[in-house]
C-alpha cells in the first residue's frame, strides 16, 4: 500500500535574502523599531511602506501578532466591554479570543460548505451589531462586493481577519482592502514567516493614528514612513492607551524579502492545492469546496467535506490516512485536537446553536499544504485520501 512520508509542519527555510538582513540587524543591534541611527528609516517602516504598496493602502502598522492585530483593529473602531461584534462561526481560536480581549461579545455567523459566511444568516444579524470581523478562513472568500453592500447599507464597518489570505484578492481587490481595517499574520503557519508577527492596512487616517499610538509609539510615530500626517495625532496623542504589541526590526527584515515573492509563492501553492483537486475530483461522497471565478486564492491548505457521513466513517478515513502517513484534521471531533477547535469550545465566549455550521463542520477535513510538499508529493496524499474515502464508505480495507 503507497505511503506518504513528507512532514505536514516544515515549512522552508527563510530566504538567504532575509538571513542577510537579519545578521545584518543582529550585527547593529537596533532591534527595537525606534531605535534608529540619524536618516535611518528601520525595517520595520520600511516593511510598513512595502506592505502599503503591495496591497495599495494609504497606511500600515506592523505589530506583534495577528491576535494583535485583530484586538487593536476592533479597539481602534471604538469596541469596548459588552459591545456585539459579528464574526463567522467557522474561524480558528484568535478571531473569538480577539473579541474576548475587550470584554465585547461575538455573534456568529453560519457558514456555508463553501466555507463562506452565509449572507441569508449575515443579513438576518447585522442589525445586532456595529462590528464585523470576517474571517477569511482557511483561505476562502465570500462575495466580497455582496457582503459590503450589505454591510454598508447596514452601517455595519467590516474588519478583515485575512491571516489566510495574504496575496488573494476578490474581483482584483487584494484581499483586506475592501473593509475599512485588514489585518494579516506573519506566523510561521501563514504566507509569510517571522515566527510571530501581524500586519494592518487602513485607508482611515484617524483609526491608523489611533492604531499606532495604541500599538505604543512612545510618541514616536513620525518615525513612521507608512502612516498618517502628524495632524492626525493631536487629537488623540493624550486619550489613547498605550498597548504595547510593535514588532522589531529583526522580525521586519527577515520578512521584506519573502514579500517581495508572495506572488510567486502564491502560485506554487496554487500548483499543489490544483494536484490535490485534480486527484480527488469525481470521488463518490466527497465535496470539494466551489472555488469562484471571482477569487484569487492563496491556497496554503486544503479542505474537503464527507457530508452525511456518520462519525465512525469518518474516523475510519482519518485513522486510515495517518496510517499512511497523511495527517488530516477533522473538525467534527468532539474535542479541540490542535486548531481545529469549534465555536461551541470556546467557553469563554457564549453562542447560540449554528445547526448549519454544526452539519458542515461534522464533515469538514483539513490538511496544510507547506511548500516543502512537490506536486507529485499531493497527487500522492490526494490518492491515499481517495482510497481511505472508497473503503471507509464501503468498509472493506483500502486497495492494495
Ligand atoms: C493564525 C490566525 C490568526 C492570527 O494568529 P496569530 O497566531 O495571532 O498571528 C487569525 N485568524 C486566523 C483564522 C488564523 O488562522
Redesign the pocket.
Known amino acids: 500500500m503507497k505511503r506518504f512520508n513528507g512532514s505536514f509542519t516544515q515549512q522552508e527555510p527563510i530566504p538567504e535574502a532575509g538571513i542577510a538582513a537579519a545578521m545584518d540587524v543582529l550585527r547593529h543591534g537596533r532591534l527595537h523599531r525606534y531605535n534608529v541611527s540619524p536618516g535611518e528609516a528601520g525595517e520595520a517602516a520600511l516593511l510598513e511602506e512595502d506592505f502599503a504598496a503591495l496591497t495599495g493602502a494609504k497606511y500600515c502598522l506592523a505589530v506583534a501578532?495577528?491576535?494583535?492585530?485583530?484586538a487593536t483593529a476592533l479597539r481602534a473602531c471604538g469596541v469596548g466591554p459588552g459591545d456585539a461584534v459579528l464574526s463567522n462561526g467557522f474561524?480558528?481560536a484568535?478571531?473569538p479570543g480577539a473579541i474576548a480581549s475587550l470584554g465585547a461579545k461575538p455573534i456568529f455567523v453560519e457558514v456555508t460548505e463553501d466555507l463562506v459566511i452565509d449572507m441569508k444568516d449575515l443579513e438576518v444579524k447585522l442589525d445586532r451589531a456595529k462590528v464585523l470581523l470576517l474571517?477569511?478562513?482557511?483561505g476562502h472568500l465570500c462575495d466580497m462586493d455582496r457582503l459590503m453592500a450589505l454591510c454598508d447599507a447596514a452601517g455595519v464597518t467590516v474588519i478583515e481577519?485575512c491571516?489566510?489570505t495574504m496575496g488573494a484578492a476578490w474581483n482584483g481587490v487584494p484581499s483586506g482592502r475592501h473593509g475599512k481595517i485588514g489585518?494579516y499574520?506573519?506566523?510561521t503557519?501563514?504566507h509569510v514567516n517571522s515566527g510571530?508577527?501581524?500586519l494592518i492596512v487602513s485607508d482611515d487616517e484617524a483609526v491608523m493614528a489611533r492604531m499606532i499610538l495604541l500599538s505604543g509609539s512612545y510618541m514616536l510615530y513620525d518615525r513612521h514612513r507608512a502612516s498618517p500626517p502628524k495632524e492626525a495625532f493631536e487629537a488623540l496623542r493624550f486619550e489613547t492607551p498605550n498597548i504595547s504589541g510593535r514588532m522589531d526590526n529583526l522580525r521586519a527584515a527577515i520578512l521584506r524579502p519573502q514579500l517581495a515573492i508572495l506572488d510567486e509563492q502564491a502560485q506554487r501553492w496554487n500548483a499543489r492545492y490544483r494536484a490535490m483537486e485534480e486527484g480527488l475530483r469525481g470521488t463518490p461522497d466527497l465535496y470539494l469546496p466551489h472555488r469562484p471565478e471571482a477569487e484569487r486564492y492563496v491556497a496554503s491548505s486544503f479542505q474537503f467535506l464527507l457530508p452525511g457521513w456518520e462519525p465512525e466513517e469518518i474516523e475510519r478515513v482519518v485513522g486510515g490516512c495517518v496510517s499512511r502517513g497523511v495527517e488530516l484534521k477533522w473538525f467534527g471531533a468532539p474535542d479541540p485536537a490542535g486548531?481545529t477547535s469549534r465555536y461551541d469550545h470556546w467557553r469563554y465566549v457564549a453562542s447560540d446553536p449554528l445547526p448549519q455550521t454544526d452539519r458542515v463542520l461534522s464533515g469538514l477535513l483539513d490538511m496544510r499544504l507547506p511548500l516543502t510538499f512537490s506536486e507529485e508529493d499531493c497527487a500522492l496524499i490526494a490518492q491515499i485520501i481517495r482510497d481511505e474515502v472508497t473503503s471507509a464508505k464501503s468498509g472493506r480495507a483500502a486497495a492494495e
Do not use: I, N
Not at 65 to 70: L, Q, R
Open positions: 501578532s495577528g491576535g494583535y492585530a485583530m474561524t480558528l484568535p478571531v474571517s477569511h478562513m482557511r481577519d491571516a489566510h489585518c499574520s506573519t506566523q503557519y501563514k510571530e508577527g501581524g486548531f
